[in-house]
């Protein structure tokens, strides 16, 4: 450990640590440009520069590229390094004088008015400083090399090579994150149709997803990570002191003997965007119900409150139920969840913003515990309700001040009367629908799907979370739209199930099953390649063949086939069918 | 049995499958659809154990039609059970003709246990279809006795 002192404080700090790195852990700032942290430092502005007493002598250094030595005596403000500052900082500011770090720095140095003047002033407030960290950045840490610094003296600038736009980009934003004047911005381009504060997800390639995932670990977004398009970067896993990122690591393919499986593959949320009367990705300020769960949600874009595009709390905020459910067009199946949080929304939204909320509803569907009561209390709280499908949401700014305002046209139900209510803000309860491949996942494991799209249950009422398979079982809204209460339910009866038949140590099969007389058996194994369960073994030596019980299901394909008769399917035999065809036609 | 053409009431034999067509006749059934009642249904555990007899048997004993359901291709509970019906079914549509059955009063669907709507359909359009078709009329010598009783194709007791 290296002993030093700045501005009169002791510290010790590692080999190899700058005068910079152990003045931060003295808390003492120094003013840096071309530094940052996740770049090696090349003390290209000066503007760190201290003043340093070692044995060799007294100097000005970069504090940035310093090594610390031994008893070394530090100086970060006196007069010979104050003045020094004021001198790079007067001609940076003549010729970028509105650029605000600089003015910072200019005052904290005590520069007052600036002594030069420059012929290539440039007044804007985000100018590049040529300061060359996006240069560094783009080329040490990333290693893509899109940019660099062009031309000498007057006219060197930063820029692509010929000054074309540039395919070695990777649209990464390191550029933009290391500049320290925000000359370099980072925009989205394509929204794709979504509000856009909601494609904006994480800042980094590497993040958590949310503060309440579960395991709260950090995810790589392969798309985005530069190590993946340039084998540069990996700072991620420079800072991880246990050593726990691995851009190395596969995907692995496990394959399980499982004796039970329980299917809880969830829905996907309807997009309202083909449903074009309700601009949903046209106009600003029209949501679905997810996307309004996140804007409330603390850890949130607004962190919470209820903003519209522009910054400003809504004066209104229309609410419309049944979007995509109980519709002819779409989805007749009523999704069970919208109701009640839409209640929720028309709550939360009443508190965090002293606007006015308009429920627009066919039927409020509040069937569970404490569920009536709350909407009783929300009622209370002021929340309209109006009964009756919105036909379209229109833009209906008068004024400039009005500009941005939303209309719903709608026909109130309950007084016959056609409506227009003008809003700032449109929640579109969009329906809960089967994933987009269910009927994969369906085909996979042989489960059916009722004409809704979600998986079939055996029986409606009285075994909704098993299937016609044994072993196999159905939870949550892959069955059926529901809420949580209600998912939970389901999903530790299923568990529940599987437990039992594990717990009970042997499985009970069905009595239906098939059997061969081998007296009748001539051995011509036509049963043997039809049989789906590969449950009938041919016996060499006695030239019949057998049907192994536990593995035959009961489906009497063999039974049918057998050219001499001498299968029986118990439960099924020819002469039991023949006996009902009997019954059946005698009358 | 009135056989006069307009009061004709085709009798039809459906065999149905455990899991998929008679599921889905049951819901047919809870839900309160209309389906012709000519269907008499006889349950199997898969339309692979339909075997050609039983539908030769079911003419033989009086009915004008049979209609075998199953679950469609790929989603049978028995994985291929219903292929072979398939195969059966198309194969014995050749020989009836030999037999001097319409092959029309024969006839394979797939109806799923969700298809409750389907099933209603499949079941009157056959009804219709047959009826239209007229009755069977089996020649005596090939008809079944049944409990010693000889079952008559031509009068009915009123």
Redesign the interface.
């Known amino acids: 450990m290296i002993k030093l002192t700045i501005d009169g404080k002791t510290t010790e700090a590692p080999e190899g640590m700058t005068i910079l790195q152990a003045a931060k852990l003295l808390d003492i700032k120094i003013p840096t440009l071309c530094y940052h942290p996740l770049i090696e430092p090349f003390a290209a502005c000066r503007v760190c520069v201290v003043e340093s007493k070692t044995e060799q002598g007294e100097e000005l250094v970069p504090s940035c590229q310093t090594p610390c030595q031994d008893g070394m005596v530090v100086n970060t403000h006196n007069e010979h390094v104050l003045k020094a500052r004021r001198f790079i900082l007067d001609m940076m500011l003549a010729r970028w004088p509105n650029v605000p770090i600089l003015k910072k720095y200019a005052e904290e140095a005590g520069l007052q008015a600036p002594r030069f003047s420059s012929a290539l002033k440039d007044e804007r407030q985000d100018a590049c400083i040529l300061c060359g960290l996006c240069v560094k950045a783009c080329n040490d840490v990333v290693g893509a090399s899109a940019i660099s610094f062009a031309q000498r003296g007057l006219e060197r600038h930063v820029a692509t090579p010929f000054d074309v736009a540039s395919e070695d980009c990777i649209a990464c934003g390191a550029c933009a994150l290391v500049c320290p004047t925000s000359h370099i911005k980072f925009e989205v381009e394509d929204h794709k149709g979504k509000p856009p504060e909601f494609l904006l997800g994480p800042n980094t390639a590497i993040y958590v997803p949310t503060l309440q995932s579960v395991p709260r670990v950090p995810v790589i977004d392969k798309e985005s990570c530069i190590y993946f398009k340039t084998e540069g970067c990996q700072k991620c896993v420079e800072a991880c002191e246990p050593h726990a990122i691995n851009h190395k690591m596969e995907d692995e393919v496990v394959e399980i003997d499982v004796g039970q499986v329980l299917v809880a593959t969830g829905f996907d949320a309807f997009d309202p965007t083909p449903m074009t009367q309700y601009g949903y990705g046209r106009l600003d300020n029209v949501y679905t119900g997810l996307d309004i769960e996140r804007m409330l949600n603390a850890t949130g874009p607004t962190a919470g409150r209820v903003l519209l595009k522009n910054g400003k709390p809504p004066r209104a905020v229309g609410i419309l139920h049944c979007i995509g459910s109980r519709d002819e067009n779409y989805h007749r199946y009523c999704s069970r969840v919208c109701c009640m949080f839409a209640l929720k929304f028309s709550h939360l939204i009443k508190e965090r913003t002293q606007g006015e909320v308009y429920n627009f509803y066919i039927d409020i569907r509040a069937f569970g515990k404490g569920y009536e009561e709350f909407y009783s209390r929300v009622l209370h709280e002021g929340a309209n309700v109006i009964r009756g499908k919105v036909a379209e949401i229109v833009q209906a700014g008068w004024s400039k001040s009005d500009e941005g305002t939303l209309l719903i046209r709608c026909e109130d139900t309950l007084i016959g009367r056609f409506r227009e209510i003008p809003v700032d803000m449109v929640v579109l309860c969009n329906a809960i629908e089967p994933r987009r491949d269910a009927d994969q996942i369906g ?1 996979l494991f ?1 489960l ?4 809704d799209g979600f998986f ?1 249950e055996r029986h409606p009422k009285l075994d909704p979370v098993a299937t ?2 044994d072993g196999l079982f159905v939870a949550g809204c892959a069955q059926g739209p529901k809420d949580i209460p209600d998912t939970v339910a389901q999903a530790s009866a299923a568990a529940a199930r599987m437990l039992a038949t594990i717990a009970k140590g042997a499985v009970e099969i069905d009595p ?1 099953r098939a059997e061969i007389d081998e007296q009748y058996c001539s051995g011509c194994r036509i049963c043997n390649a ?1 049989c ?2 590969k449950a009938i073994d041919y016996i060499e030596e006695k030239n019949v063949s057998r049907v192994n019980s536990p593995l035959c ?5 063999c ?3 057998c050219p001499a008769g001498a299968i029986t ?1 118990s ?2 035999t ?1 002469k039991q ?2 006996a ?3 019954g ?3 009358v | 049995m009135d056989t006069n053409s307009k009061n004709f009431e085709p ?1 039809i ?1 459906g065999f149905l499958c455990n ?2 067509s008679y ?1 889905g006749a049951d819901l047919a059934g809870t839900s309160r659809m209309k389906s012709a009642p000519n269907l ?1 249904i ?1 349950r ?3 339309s ?4 050609p ?2 539908i030769l ?2 003419y033989q ?3 004008d039609g049979v209609l075998v359901l199953g679950c469609h291709p ?2 049978c ?5 219903n292929y ?1 019906a398939l195969r ?1 079914v198309l194969l014995l549509k050749r020989i009836l003709r030999e037999f001097g059955i319409d092959e029309r009063r024969l006839r394979l669907e797939w109806v ?4 409750g709507e389907k099933f209603a359909k499949v079941s009157n359009e056959f009804t219709e279809e047959v009826r239209a078709l007229g009755p069977l009329r089996l020649e005596t010598s090939v008809l079944l006795q ?2 010693g009783e000889e079952l008559a194709t031509q009068e009915v007791a009123a």
Do not use: N
Request: hydrophobic share 35%; net charge positive.
């Open positions: 085909r042989g059916s799907r009722s004409p079939l016609t398979t239906v039809l789906p369960y299901k009961g489906c009497g394909t039974v049918a086939a399917g439960g099924f020819d069918v023949y009902e065809l009997e059946v036609l005698s | 009798r034999v899991w998929c599921t008499r006889i199997l555990m898969c692979g154990r339909v075997d007899s039983f048997r079911a004993l009086g009915a790929g989603d509970h028995y994985q291929e059970g072979k059966r799923s246990a969700a298809e049944t409990q």
